[in-house]
């Protein structure tokens, strides 16, 4: 068995988790799938927000930080619990964390209502009688027009592919001494035995195939989560829908906006199909056999009504929008089943441009829509473009923020550039514009811990880079090729240096990182 007896009840724990972070879960993101989605869900700006097997909690610390509100996590591993509550104490953050399982958690009688709940991927690896906890949870904390986020490995898209999670499960379990890591290889080398011995099933299974051969590009901490609990659970739509239809939710959309692009994943007799298909759990259904869906990030909402057509225009033209990235890296280009498909320059260059001006400044849709070259275009375009700069990740949804969110944001930033000298890394420093976290690379980080020290010029923020690199032994890379000497190694932070207080630090300011 993969999973250690007792208080872990079944769940992977000879390895922490990895420590992910997930923007779906950002609560103002979640409220935006519900504007488009024409469905009036309720997600105040300090939200109850709870997160049901957080892992370590980065997700969680980061939107605590961001956001006003009161923050609850679960998880039953003490170690991830202990991580979370390092991370809240960088910013003073009031978490409400237990390192119990879902139903000692649910027996407390001090748990308020929720307005969000969110499980990424718990669904899959969790028993039975825990689901049935999470759905009794829910129907009984969450608030009319709450809203749940339920992210889950699902079929068709698993058919083909579970066998590769029984041969690793038979792998690991045949060799039962050892550390957790040396068992991991034993079970990868099992499999990728079974899989070159010339059998019927990989030859037969391409998509098996290729899965098994990718899991050597993943780590053990990964494999051993995902893979190797005790149980695995990958349903349909319409079982998961039908489970959380007892807790009086409805499905409103997906947290990834690019699934509602049906043009860039289904063929014209796919679509035909799809929208002959009323029923919306009929309709969720056939799509996932459509493009052989092998995960989705679900939003759910309790007890909600539609939004009139005028009440969606209102609230999407007073909804503003922030660039997390530069222009120059924006790739006019949406990537399907169906191939790529280029976006229109006529659209979406007087928009990108109308978003970057003004030094990144976040913008209504009511201001974008007079900004030059944007107000010749039709309302609907300006949306739909919108809707999908939100779903390449290179455009979020932005809020108002207090002075005491600036400071918890810049707390807890400040550990994560600590952690860019020590370890180890953090990848997302919190931005109190978005409520979430923004992808920011070491170097990045390094960059930005040599400004706010002072460092002005390419060559005083490439001489305190330097100087980390060094005690680390690491070196610069530039065009993919590693620098040498210090001249050269200075050269080269110097040239991402330039880039860094060009185009960075005014898109940080906008963001409130600087």
């Known amino acids: 068995m993969s999973a250690t007896p007792g208080d872990n009840q079944g769940h992977y724990a000879e390895l922490e988790y990895t420590a992910g972070y997930y923007h779906e879960l950002v609560p103002a993101h979640l409220r935006f799938c ?45 170690a991830h619990v202990a991580t979370a509550r390092e991370l809240a104490a960088s910013f003073n953050g009031a ?29 899959s690896w969790v028993s039975d009688t825990s689901r049935r906890v999470i759905v009794d949870l829910i129907r009984d904390r969450l608030k009319p027009r709450g809203v749940v986020y339920l992210s889950y490995n699902c ?25 957790a890591e040396g068992r991991i290889e034993a079970a990868l080398e099992f499999m990728e035995d079974v899989a070159a011995a010339d059998g019927r099933f990989f030859a037969d299974n391409r998509p098996a195939a290729s899965h098994a051969a990718s899991l050597r590009k993943v780590g053990a901490q990964y494999i051993g989560h995902e893979y190797l609990n005790a149980d695995w659970h ?29 043009a860039i994943h289904l063929p014209p007799a796919s679509l035909a199909l799809l929208d002959r298909q009323k029923d919306t759990v009929l309709r969720e259904s056939v799509r996932d056999f459509l493009v052989n869906q092998q995960f989705r990030p679900d939003v759910f909402a309790k007890a909600t009504r ?38 229109s320059e006529t659209t979406y260059g007087p928009l990108a441009v109308a978003l970057a001006n003004d030094d990144f400044r976040p913008k209504t849709t ?48 400040r550990l994560v550039l600590d952690r860019a000298v020590t370890g180890p890394h953090l990848k997302h420093m919190a931005s109190p514009v978005t409520g979430g976290g923004i992808l ?45 000497t210090p001249e050269d190694n200075l050269a080269a932070i110097g ?20």
Not at 46 to 75: C, F, K, R
Not at 366 to 376: D, H, I, P, W, Y
Not at 397 to 406: G, V
Request: with cysteine; net charge negative; glycine share 8%.
């Open 95 to 123: 978490l409400h964390l237990d390192a119990r399982s879902f139903e000692a958690f649910a027996a407390r009688d001090d748990l308020p209502l929720f307005d969000i709940i969110t499980l990424h991927g718990v669904w």
């Open 155 to 179: 079929q068709p898209g698993w058919a083909s592919r579970s066998p590769v999670r029984h041969l690793l499960k038979l792998g690991h379990a045949a060799r039962p001494g050892g550390d």
């Open 366 to 413: 009511t201001e974008l829509m007079a900004a030059s070259g944007v107000s010749t275009l039709r309302r609907s375009d300006v949306i739909a473009a919108l809707i999908n700069l939100v779903g390449m990740g290179v455009l979020r949804p932005a809020q108002a923020f207090t002075p005491e969110i600036r400071a918890r944001c810049d707390a807890c930033n």
């Open 234 to 262: 990958v349903p349909y739509f319409s079982e998961v829908a039908q489970a959380l239809a007892e807790a009086d939710l409805g499905f409103v959309t997906s947290a990834r906006l690019l699934d509602r692009v049906n």
């Open 440 to 484: 920011t690379p070491r170097s990045a980080q390094l960059f930005l811990s040599a400004w706010l020290a002072g460092a002005r010029t390419t060559g005083e923020i490439a001489h305190s880079v330097w100087q980390v690199f060094e005690t680390t032994n690491e070196r610069a890379v530039r065009n993919g090729h590693e620098a040498v």
């Open 34 to 78: 519900g504007l488009i989605a024409g469905v009036d869900v309720a997600v105040p700006e300090a939200p109850t927000y709870l997160e049901l097997g957080m892992g370590q909690g980065v997700s969680l610390a980061v939107h605590a930080a961001a956001n006003l509100g009161d923050y609850w996590g679960v998880d039953i591993n003490p």
């Open 306 to 343: 539609t939004l009139s057509p005028s009440e969606k225009a209102a609230r999407l033209d007073a909804q503003a929008f922030v660039l997390i990235c530069g222009l120059d890296e924006i790739d006019f280009q949406l990537t399907g089943a169906q191939g790529e498909v280029v976006l």
């Open 495 to 514: 040239h991402m240096a330039r880039r860094f207080l060009d185009q960075t630090v005014p898109l940080y300011r906008a963001l409130a990182i600087l």
